[in-house]
């Protein structure tokens, strides 16, 4: 299966306008945004766990990423609230599953050997730090390699023109971004490709998860 499988072209979605999609584990539904393969996939997707759904254990041959949106999600490790990062490197497994429930913004099969260790990172206490621009605060997530950031936008926070170096991709966490091509509510995923330029912005303020870098070999 290939969904919005060329990196190199623009892909703007809100995954609420998205259907869900069952998956082969009973009480696992997907909102899907990109992928190519599988079940077997590189993929980006919008992950619903009904209470008490699991996953027998199973490996990352090239790892995830993991946003807890709503819920608690849970694997042999501990639970892991609202608000939780967490990045499972290459050749890492587990056994998921979800008690109470979850929704999760998951990103699979797209990392490299920078990546050794697992990160688990509460978004809800961790340090944010002073961004580029009054207004903009930043807290860095993956700290291994080419990493993922949530940035924070005051209202009326303006950012800096800029080119993208191997492309950017934006999951809109809460609140309103924008830029000269558009306005991003809550829900929505935006990826931009290599050297696509933009001009930032927040009228309303918001919470984006950023990762930038990482569709450069797939831009050619």
Not at 23 to 37: F, K, N
Not at 194 to 213: A, Y
Request: proline share 6%; net charge negative; aromatic share 10%.
């Amino acid at each position: 299966m290939e969904l919005n499988a060329d990196y190199s072209q623009r892909v703007v979605l809100n995954h609420h306008d998205l259907d869900w999609i069952g998956s082969p584990q009973t009480g696992v539904e997907r909102r899907m945004l990109d992928r190519i393969g599988d079940e077997v996939a590189k993929a980006t997707s919008i992950v619903r766990y009904a209470p008490g759904a699991k996953f027998d254990s199973h490996l990352h041959e090239f790892g995830e990423e993991i946003l807890v949106l709503e819920g608690v999600f849970s694997d042999e490790n501990g639970d892991y609230p609202a608000g939780t990062y967490m990045m499972n490197p290459p050749g890492s497994s587990h056994a998921p599953h979800s008690e109470s429930g979850c929704v999760l913004f998951v990103k699979l099969r797209h990392l490299g050997a920078d990546q050794q260790h697992t990160e688990v990172i509460n978004t809800t206490t961790a340090e944010w730090y002073q961004g580029m621009v009054p207004g903009l605060t930043v807290m860095p997530l993956m700290r291994q390699g080419s990493g993922s950031t949530l940035v924070r936008w005051a209202p009326d926070t303006y950012f800096n023109p800029h080119r993208h170096f191997g492309g950017e991709e934006i999951f809109v966490v809460d609140g309103v971004f924008e830029d000269e091509h558009g306005r991003y509510p809550a829900g929505s995923w935006i990826r931009s490709p290599h050297l696509s330029v933009h001009k930032p912005f927040s009228k309303e303020g918001c919470t984006i998860f950023v990762k930038t870098g990482h569709l450069l070999t797939d831009a050619a």
